[in-house]
């Protein structure tokens, strides 16, 4: 595993475990991703498996330290009130007194609400006065795109440091990236290997077959490569190793050019502009 420094200075697994969706044999999952070595764990507070993943956590013996945790505010959180409640929460499920990194789920967009800019605006204020606390270490975003970023920095005092975006071969956002990178705001990917379907694209199979890997880490060395933070997710032990556990290779440029262009077969279809949850 390597780290990437974020804009405030702190320091990021490359690779983390994401835990999206996983809401049975949780313990038992995160278990298997601790012993396979990670020590990045992505959680959120609407997955609903933070508590598991403190028991997971609290028995696998790991200092503190070592472990880098990452949970997101939900959206009827984004008050003063609500962050500071959802935190305490999150803190006592999670089994720890501070958050490595702490990121606004969703943002509130124009379809939902007519004043959603002075809502992204006041939570994020809210976001910076926990950081200063020093209970959580670095603050960001995940799913903001062009418009959200650039209205939330017109009044931010403390840029993001992450932007956890939908990302794989196939649907790269390279608009919102490319902003997000040039203000120093590191990319996250959720969902690199398209949430599984990636595995069954023919084209995809074809380049990683010429690579003697498999999809799965095609895409995450891809991810990897685009200079992006990648969240594989997984419930099978030998699955969870090998996300880890690879050869790092170079895609070359032709191949990382057809990935980058495959049709979308792992969008999830979720849209931050249109959403209305």
């Known amino acids: 595993m390597s780290n990437l420094i974020l804009n405030n200075g702190t320091e990021i697994p490359d690779i983390g475990f994401g835990t999206w969706q ?35 956590l609290a028995d696998s ?21 609500g962050i500071k409640t959802s935190v305490e929460q999150s803190l006592k499920k999670l089994q720890t007194n501070y958050l490595d990194l702490l990121l606004i ?6 379809k939902q609400f007519a004043n959603w800019k ?16 020093g209970v959580v270490k670095s603050i960001g975003v995940s799913n903001f795109m062009l418009p959200h970023i650039k209205a939330l920095l017109e009044s931010a005092e403390i840029i993001p440091a992450v932007n956890q975006i ?5 649907y790269t956002q390279p608009k919102v990236v490319d902003y997000c990178k040039e203000k120093g ?31 799965a880490i095609l895409c995450i060395q891809f991810c ?40 979308e077969t792992g969008f999830s279809g979720l849209n931050p502009e249109t959403v209305d949850f």
């Open 22 to 56: 996983t809401t049975e044999n949780v313990q038992k999952t995160v278990k298997l991703a601790l012993e396979a070595g990670y020590r990045h764990i992505d959680t959120a507070a609407i997955y609903g498996n933070e508590a598991e993943i403190g028991e997971a």
């Open 61 to 81: 013996k790991i200092p503190r330290k070592d472990l880098y945790l990452t949970t997101k505010i939900w959206n009827s959180n984004r008050s003063t009130l």
């Open 105 to 110: 789920h969703w943002p509130a967009n124009e």
């Open 118 to 133: 002075e809502i992204n605006a006041e939570t994020w204020k809210a976001m910076e006065e926990l950081y200063k606390t």
């Open 166 to 170: 939908e990302f794989h071969p196939g």
């Open 185 to 215: 705001i590191a990319i996250e990917a959720w969902s690199p290997i398209g949430s599984g379907r990636l595995l069954k694209d023919r084209d995809l199979k074809a380049i990683a077959d010429q690579y003697n890997v498999s999809p």
């Open 224 to 263: 990897l490569q685009c200079g992006v933070v990648v969240l594989p997710k997984s419930e099978n032990k030998e699955n969870i190793n090998n996300n880890l556990h690879f050869n790092r290779f170079e895609i070359s440029e032709s191949d990382m050019e057809k990935l980058k262009t495959l049709k």
